[in-house]
């Protein structure tokens, strides 16, 4: 997985930040697997934290087309190495978890800030031809009825969603100044396998799998979209592929549901009731409810989600029911 024949194209060879974590990997496997675009080498660059995992990377961890790298998105000096080698980047490479930025914010203005402005800098001074900024709803912030647009303005409201909104704005600043070749893509709650067991779905499964509660933040009534991991691969490929330099492509999945309802579900594909559900105080400045329109990518890229959420909610239920050995050590940790 470590050596690397550079033969191919520069045009072909594509940097995958945040490559080991949960979305990047399932980005990294469409690339390289059966039906993904002929004669792509990718390059992972992940620093592996506590949320990265080369687990997620088996199926194409004998790809002759992978190279991973360990190594650090503030790093300037590796990232000018790997950007002078590349002709893309797909930055997905962020600190994720809105809990954890409540607590301590440092990380996550490091990582996605000033990371992303690291990354940036070296795609520039080396000809990078595409820098797709892998983003999140959050920074749109609450939104009370109807969905956002990509016109809409920024209100982040955690710490975690404000250093996203600043990366987005810094990487649109790198076209509207330098004419770099930047796409914003901000996608809704995602979902499958291959998950960490911090995020919501996981979370109450692994709980549930084990016999114990769900935590249910408030009244339970905040509405979240909710985007299958493969539709948003689809939607990323398609802004990869065909998207414009300088744009913001929301990525939806057309489930809207309150966190009551989602839990609910839960507990029926586990066969348990609601006398397993435990209120929690709620978040501290918890967004009530996230909506994005994604009417863009549809009309201009033919973007819609595939997946029957239901269906694939009980497959990834199914997943972790059949791969205990995979999450129990990070439950332990
Ligand atoms: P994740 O936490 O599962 O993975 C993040 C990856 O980045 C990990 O592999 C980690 O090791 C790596 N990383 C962290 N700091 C790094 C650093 N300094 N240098 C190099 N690598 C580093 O996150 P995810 O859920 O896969 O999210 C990917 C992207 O999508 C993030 O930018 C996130 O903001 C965005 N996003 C995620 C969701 C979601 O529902 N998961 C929703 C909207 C947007």
Not at 115 to 135: K, N
Not at 224 to 239: A, I, K, N, Q, T
Not at 271 to 282: E, L, N, P, W
Request: charged share 25%.
């Amino acid at each position: 997985m470590n050596h690397f024949d550079r033969t191919g194209r520069r045009d072909r060879r594509i940097l995958v930040t945040g490559g080991a974590g949960f979305i990047g990997s399932a980005y990294v496997r469409a690339l390289l697997g059966p039906g993904g675009p002929p004669g792509v080498e990718v390059t992972v660059l992940d620093s592996l934290t506590y949320a990265g995992d080369l687990r997620r990377l088996d199926e194409v961890r004998a790809h002759p087309g992978l190279t991973f790298v360990r190594g650090d998105v503030c790093d300037a000096r590796l990232a000018g190495e790997l950007a002078a080698d590349h002709g893309q980047v797909v930055h997905f490479a962020a600190e994720s978890h809105v809990d954890r930025s409540i607590v301590d914010g440092s990380a996550f203005t490091r990582t996605n800030v000033l990371g992303t402005q690291t990354l940036l800098d070296a795609a520039l001074r080396h000809g990078v031809t595409t820098f797709i900024h892998v983003s999140t709803d959050e920074v749109y912030g609450s939104i009370p009825r109807g969905a956002a647009t990509e016109e809409d303005p920024l209100r982040p409201n955690s710490p975690y969603a404000a250093s996203k909104a600043a990366a987005d704005l810094i990487a649109l600043a790198h076209h509207r100044t330098h004419g770099l070749d930047v796409r914003v893509t901000r996608c809704s709650n995602n979902f499958g396998p291959h998950q960490h067991p911090e995020k919501l779905i996981p979370r109450f499964l692994t709980s549930l799998l084990d016999g114990g509660s769900v935590p249910v933040y408030g009244d339970g009534l905040q509405v979240r979209d909710w985007l299958h991991l493969d539709d948003h691969v689809r939607g990323l490929e398609l802004v990869r592929t065909g998207g414009r330099a300088g744009e913001i492509y929301n990525i939806g999945g057309g489930t809207s549901l309150t966190n009551l309802a989602l839990t609910e579900r839960l507990l029926a594909l586990c066969g348990a009731d609601a006398t397993r559900i435990t209120h929690v105080a709620d978040r501290k400045g918890h967004d009530r409810r996230y909506a994005v329109d994604h009417t863009k990518i549809s009309t201009e890229l033919g973007y819609r989600p595939a997946t029957d959420f239901d269906a694939a909610l009980a497959e990834t239920a199914r997943w972790y029911h059949r791969h205990r050995s995979w999450w129990q050590p990070l439950i332990a940790a």
